[in-house]
Structures are given as structure tokens and as C-alpha cells.
């Protein structure tokens, strides 16, 4: 295939987005039109999951098509920022990302916003990039020059004191606030501003392959004045896994997660303005994302691009008693996938297949016509299942994990851990030897631990030896670490 006549690709990229935000899905009172008009002249991914609910180990992934042990990303590339310099764990990507295929593709590759993937990498793969990682500190260069404070707020020890935990390291809560500069100065319209610049100065003649990455709906919930109240608080119903789990982890009671939740308070009422914010926050990336899509429709090349939309991790929003995330359960794992082609996808489908973060390179680079089963990657081309030319199977294996940075140890308070989604089966096993096993047909949302249960110890042995062999072919040092009960 001739390089002209391949398809551009947009990826769109949100931050600690839950799935359960789409507006098409009707879970909650947010409103995504962009999400929903890609997913209805596309397709939307019911079940996808990262493979890890943090940042950086998510994004290598999804952009490498390897698992973070794999792909030299287990955790963030830096640890606490208190610690001394030494001591701070400077991780980089291993394998190369889906930019560099494209680009041998005939592709140019361009990219705006967070990367997190290393700290000076990404020259090498694309080739015209702003607006990342350190570049949120030429955001600051640029509110000082605009005549304004800086609009990303945790720069500013004095003004994100009430968005901090009281906690040590003092991470965020779900303290909400109204943006104290103009809208237009806000961190992700710079973010965007880049991108149209980018875009503006693409090579026409080659087909494009650009990546727009938000840092929202992301903590601090400081927002827009015109997003702070669009949701109201009584809006918000309380979930129904409000509480802890019957059987959670020992470990998780101590945890500096269910600490935080305890800090903003155990009464739901309490959480009921920061969820309508993170809405209110959702919908305005969502506002952001569609003004990227409208310049490719006013640029007739909305038809000839395909667009996918996705997150890198979710949220527990003091769900199972826990703020943040870096855990297995469903509300830090879930997050949205939506994609649009109208040459080969088919519109208005819903897919209920369990799918990952690998899985979106491998598609992406397929889209592109890179021979995607000779690299050796985890990942799978979707493509045959979202054009309708495979029918999709009724159960596929996902994996997730997460590992714990050496220096998040003296506080962090939970375990590594690794998880297998084989339906209707979620198992995860922690590193420490505890088991946590859901039956997600009978208890969606992980209600009932089922790891100590005699008439589920079947299932259990059979989900551990798959999860366990899956580990020695991928060369899991998790392996190493495990301390299993006898």
C-alpha cells in the first residue's frame, strides 16, 4: 500500500478517565459529546482494561504493545519528590513506540502534551513534538509572560497546599476549586494550542500520525468557572461498593489510600462536589478533544483519519474506601476506548470484549500497515473484530499489574500485584500471597472476595496457574517476589 493512501491517525489521549464517564453509556449524568460521536459513527470498547492503573506503566503499554515489566516501565520513571536525587528511580521506555514503525511506515509523527515515558526520549521518535513532560514548566515561562499565576497549580507549593493530603508525601485529594485565570490560559489549552500548531505545520504530502495527551480529568479538580457547577451535586448517587470489601487484602485497611479517603471523610456526602467536578473536569477535555475534531472536519480530513479516543488509567473516587488508584479493582481499571473509520469500522457498535492497553499499538500500527505479528509484541490487531471481517470471542485473556516504586515502599502501604480477566473471572494475586477473586456475573461490583471461599478454590487453582505461566513467558520478576501460601 502506498503511503498516501493510508489513513491518518489521531489519538487522543485523556488522564484518569473511568469508563463509567461516557455519556453514550448512560452510567452517570456526564456528558461526552465528542466521545459519543466517535463512538457512534465508530465503535465503542466496553471492556477495556490497562495494565496498570498508573500513569507511566499504562502509557508504555498502549504505546509500545508490551507489558510495563517489558517494556522497562514498571512504575513511574521518578519516585518521591522528597527523597534524595540518587535515590530516585529515571526510567525510560525500553521498546520502541508505535511512532517509530509509522515512521518507517512513511508516516511523520507528531505529538502534544504528557508523554511520562522518559524525560528526553521522545525526540527519537517523532518529529515534531511540544508541550511535554518538562515542557510544563515552559507553561509556567508562559503564564508569567501572559501576566497570570501558574495555571498548574501543583507548581505553586502555596496555592496547592488545599489540594494536598496531609499525609506525607502530601499526593492529592479531591479538593475542587474554580481556575483562577482565564480559560484560554488554563494548562490543557496550551496543551491544544501546541497540537494546532503541530498540526498546522504537518508535511501535507505524507499521511500524519498525531497524539493530543491531556493531564485531565486528573487531580486537582480545578476547573473552568463554566465546568464547576455544570453537574449538581445531588446528581451524584452513592455507589454501591461505597464501603471496603467483605475479604479485601489485609494490607488495604492501613493503606495510604484508604488514609486519604478517611482524610476527606467516610460520609459519601462529603465526595458528592468533587465526583460533579471530575464530571464537570471530564467534560471539559472532552470540549477540548472537540475542537481538534472540528479542525480536521473544516480540514476535510476528518472521513480519511482514524480517530481513537482513550485513557490511560482511571480512578477509585473513594470507592472500596480508597482514593487514587493503583488497585485491581474495576474503577481504577476500566477506562474508555472509542474509534472511528468510517472506510472499515462500521458505526454505532458496542464490542463487550475484553481488551487491553496492548492491544491498542498493535491496532494502531495495523491501521498504518505495519506487519504487526513479526514485532513479536503482546498486543493483538483488533481490527479484524472491529470490521466484522473475525467474529469476536466470547472469552480473551487480559492481564494487569501493578509494582510498587522502591521508594513509594516506606509509605505507600499496599503490595505488587498482578491480576487475570478471563470471564467472568477476575483472580488477582498480591505479592505478599493474598488472593482476590470476583465473579463478575454474579457481582459486578466487587462486593464479595471469593479468594478464601472452599467452592471457589477450583476456579482459583485454575486462574493461578494460567496467571503464573503467563508470568515465566513474559519474564515477570513479579515471579521473584511472590511469596505464595503453602
Same mark, same amino acid.
Given at each position: 500500500m502506498n503511503p498516501q493512501d493510508r489513513p491518518n491517525i489521531l489519538l487522543l489521549i485523556s488522564d484518569n478517565q473511568r469508563l463509567d464517564?461516557?455519556?453514550i453509556l448512560k452510567k452517570t449524568p456526564c456528558r461526552t459529546p465528542t466521545w459519543d460521536r466517535v463512538a457512534l459513527d465508530g465503535v465503542v470498547m466496553e471492556n477495556l482494561r490497562t495494565t496498570s492503573p498508573l500513569c507511566s506503566p499504562a502509557r508504555s503499554s498502549l504505546f509500545t504493545g508490551f507489558q510495563p515489566h517489558q517494556a522497562g516501565m514498571p512504575h513511574l520513571p521518578y519516585g518521591n519528590q522528597d527523597i534524595k536525587e540518587e535515590e530516585r528511580s529515571n526510567l525510560e521506555i525500553t521498546r520502541p513506540p508505535i511512532a517509530h514503525y509509522l515512521r518507517e511506515s512513511g508516516y511523520q509523527c507528531l505529538y502534544a502534551g504528557k508523554w511520562h515515558l522518559g524525560s528526553n526520549n /521522545?525526540?527519537?521518535?517523532?518529529?515534531?513534538?511540544?508541550?511535554?513532560?518538562d515542557g510544563d514548566r515552559s507553561y509556567t515561562e508562559?503564564?508569567?509572560?501572559q501576566g497570570v499565576s501558574d495555571g498548574f497549580i501543583f507548581h505553586d507549593d502555596q496555592r496547592s497546599q488545599p489540594f494536598r493530603s496531609v499525609h506525607y508525601p502530601k499526593m492529592s485529594v479531591p479538593q475542587t476549586g474554580i481556575l483562577d485565570i482565564p480559560a484560554d490560559k488554563e494548562h490543557n489549552a496550551w496543551i491544544l494550542g501546541h497540537a494546532f500548531e503541530l498540526f498546522g505545520l504537518r508535511d501535507v504530502r505524507r499521511p500524519f500520525f498525531m497524539c493530543v495527551s491531556m493531564e485531565g480529568p486528573h487531580p486537582p479538580l480545578v476547573v473552568p468557572r463554566?465546568?464547576?457547577?455544570?453537574?449538581?451535586?445531588?446528581?451524584v448517587p452513592e455507589p454501591v461498593n461505597w464501603q471496603p470489601s467483605t475479604g479485601e487484602p489485609?494490607?488495604?485497611?492501613?493503606?495510604y489510600y484508604r488514609r486519604l479517603r478517611h482524610e476527606w471523610g467516610d460520609n459519601f456526602a462529603a465526595w458528592r462536589k468533587s465526583i460533579a467536578v471530575?464530571?464537570?473536569y471530564t467534560t471539559y477535555i472532552d470540549s477540548l478533544f472537540g475542537a481538534f475534531v472540528r479542525r480536521l472536519e473544516?480540514?476535510?480530513?476528518?472521513?480519511?483519519?482514524?480517530?481513537?479516543? /482513550?485513557?490511560?488509567?482511571?480512578?477509585?473516587?473513594?470507592?472500596?474506601?480508597?482514593?487514587?488508584?493503583f488497585c485491581p479493582y474495576e474503577e481504577a481499571l476500566r477506562v474508555p476506548w472509542v474509534l472511528r473509520w468510517p472506510a472499515k469500522i462500521p458505526p454505532g457498535r458496542r464490542s463487550p470484549m475484553d481488551v487491553s492497553h496492548v492491544d491498542v499499538a498493535a491496532t494502531l500500527m495495523a491501521v498504518g500497515g505495519v506487519d504487526v505479528d513479526s514485532l513479536g509484541i503482546e498486543g493483538e490487531n483488533l481490527l479484524p473484530y472491529l470490521t466484522g471481517t473475525r467474529p469476536e470471542p466470547a472469552s480473551r485473556d487480559c492481564f494487569a499489574q501493578y509494582n510498587v516504586a522502591p521508594d513509594f515502599r516506606p509509605w505507600h502501604g499496599v503490595e505488587s500485584w498482578r491480576a487475570l480477566i478471563r470471564k467472568p473471572w477476575k483472580y488477582v494475586l498480591h505479592q505478599n500471597g493474598e488472593i482476590e477473586l470476583y465473579n463478575h456475573s454474579d457481582d459486578p461490583y466487587e462486593l464479595r472476595n471469593l479468594g478464601q471461599d472452599a467452592a471457589a478454590n477450583a476456579v482459583a487453582a485454575v486462574l493461578q496457574e494460567a496467571l503464573l505461566?503467563?508470568?515465566?513467558?513474559?519474564?515477570d520478576p513479579f515471579l521473584k517476589q511472590l511469596r505464595l501460601h503453602r
Amino acid at each position: 500500500m502506498n503511503p498516501q493512501d493510508r489513513p491518518n491517525i489521531l489519538l487522543l489521549i485523556s488522564d484518569n478517565q473511568r469508563l463509567d464517564t461516557l455519556g453514550i453509556l448512560k452510567k452517570t449524568p456526564c456528558r461526552t459529546p465528542t466521545w459519543d460521536r466517535v463512538a457512534l459513527d465508530g465503535v465503542v470498547m466496553e471492556n477495556l482494561r490497562t495494565t496498570s492503573p498508573l500513569c507511566s506503566p499504562a502509557r508504555s503499554s498502549l504505546f509500545t504493545g508490551f507489558q510495563p515489566h517489558q517494556a522497562g516501565m514498571p512504575h513511574l520513571p521518578y519516585g518521591n519528590q522528597d527523597i534524595k536525587e540518587e535515590e530516585r528511580s529515571n526510567l525510560e521506555i525500553t521498546r520502541p513506540p508505535i511512532a517509530h514503525y509509522l515512521r518507517e511506515s512513511g508516516y511523520q509523527c507528531l505529538y502534544a502534551g504528557k508523554w511520562h515515558l522518559g524525560s528526553n526520549n /521522545i525526540r527519537k521518535w517523532f518529529d515534531w513534538f511540544a508541550a511535554c513532560d518538562d515542557g510544563d514548566r515552559s507553561y509556567t515561562e508562559w503564564c508569567r509572560w501572559q501576566g497570570v499565576s501558574d495555571g498548574f497549580i501543583f507548581h505553586d507549593d502555596q496555592r496547592s497546599q488545599p489540594f494536598r493530603s496531609v499525609h506525607y508525601p502530601k499526593m492529592s485529594v479531591p479538593q475542587t476549586g474554580i481556575l483562577d485565570i482565564p480559560a484560554d490560559k488554563e494548562h490543557n489549552a496550551w496543551i491544544l494550542g501546541h497540537a494546532f500548531e503541530l498540526f498546522g505545520l504537518r508535511d501535507v504530502r505524507r499521511p500524519f500520525f498525531m497524539c493530543v495527551s491531556m493531564e485531565g480529568p486528573h487531580p486537582p479538580l480545578v476547573v473552568p468557572r463554566a465546568f464547576y457547577d455544570l453537574y449538581s451535586p445531588e446528581e451524584v448517587p452513592e455507589p454501591v461498593n461505597w464501603q471496603p470489601s467483605t475479604g479485601e487484602p489485609s494490607f488495604l485497611a492501613e493503606s495510604y489510600y484508604r488514609r486519604l479517603r478517611h482524610e476527606w471523610g467516610d460520609n459519601f456526602a462529603a465526595w458528592r462536589k468533587s465526583i460533579a467536578v471530575y464530571w464537570g473536569y471530564t467534560t471539559y477535555i472532552d470540549s477540548l478533544f472537540g475542537a481538534f475534531v472540528r479542525r480536521l472536519e473544516e480540514c476535510q480530513l476528518l472521513d480519511n483519519t482514524l480517530v481513537a479516543m /482513550i485513557s490511560d488509567h482511571a480512578e477509585m473516587m473513594g470507592q472500596h474506601g480508597l482514593w487514587q488508584k493503583f488497585c485491581p479493582y474495576e474503577e481504577a481499571l476500566r477506562v474508555p476506548w472509542v474509534l472511528r473509520w468510517p472506510a472499515k469500522i462500521p458505526p454505532g457498535r458496542r464490542s463487550p470484549m475484553d481488551v487491553s492497553h496492548v492491544d491498542v499499538a498493535a491496532t494502531l500500527m495495523a491501521v498504518g500497515g505495519v506487519d504487526v505479528d513479526s514485532l513479536g509484541i503482546e498486543g493483538e490487531n483488533l481490527l479484524p473484530y472491529l470490521t466484522g471481517t473475525r467474529p469476536e470471542p466470547a472469552s480473551r485473556d487480559c492481564f494487569a499489574q501493578y509494582n510498587v516504586a522502591p521508594d513509594f515502599r516506606p509509605w505507600h502501604g499496599v503490595e505488587s500485584w498482578r491480576a487475570l480477566i478471563r470471564k467472568p473471572w477476575k483472580y488477582v494475586l498480591h505479592q505478599n500471597g493474598e488472593i482476590e477473586l470476583y465473579n463478575h456475573s454474579d457481582d459486578p461490583y466487587e462486593l464479595r472476595n471469593l479468594g478464601q471461599d472452599a467452592a471457589a478454590n477450583a476456579v482459583a487453582a485454575v486462574l493461578q496457574e494460567a496467571l503464573l505461566a503467563w508470568c515465566r513467558r513474559t519474564d515477570d520478576p513479579f515471579l521473584k517476589q511472590l511469596r505464595l501460601h503453602r
